[in-house]
Nanobody
């Protein structure tokens, strides 16, 4: 069982930065992959970035490569998403997700989800 709580969302101007945090609590699985997704109004939920349980491998959506960075602390209790050079099209609710397996990509099945945090980028 895993619980995820996102924080750090807010309103920023285009070109600005935000750092999202996901507090992770777990019971059984210490090697689960984690990821960030986002969903804009009227749009499908999309994969943003994922990170392997070990923190040494990452995966990014093409639209955020070079702008966003996913990372985690040493204990794996917190997953971060550093977002730079934000664009209005980045506006969405951002969700943290975790799997019961090793996957961390867009193809991974994620079993646990947070409630989301709103990110709004003004033009």
């Amino acid at each position: 069982q895993v619980q995820l709580v996102e924080s750090g969302g807010g309103l920023v101007q285009a070109g600005g930065s935000l750092r999202l945090s996901c507090a992770v609590s777990r019971r059984t699985f210490s090697t689960s992959g984690t990821a960030w997704f986002r969903q804009a109004p009227g749009k499908e939920r999309e994969f943003v970035a994922g990170i392997r349980w070990s923190g040494d491998l990452t995966s990014y959506a093409e639209s955020v490569k070079g702008r966003f960075t996913i990372s985690k602390d040493n204990a794996g209790n917190t997953v971060f998403l550093q977002m730079n050079s934000l664009k209005p099209e980045d506006t969405a609710v951002y969700y943290c997700a975790a799997s019961n397996g090793l996957g961390y990509s867009k193809f991974t099945r994620y079993d646990y989800w947070g409630q989301g945090t709103q990110v709004t980028v003004s033009s």
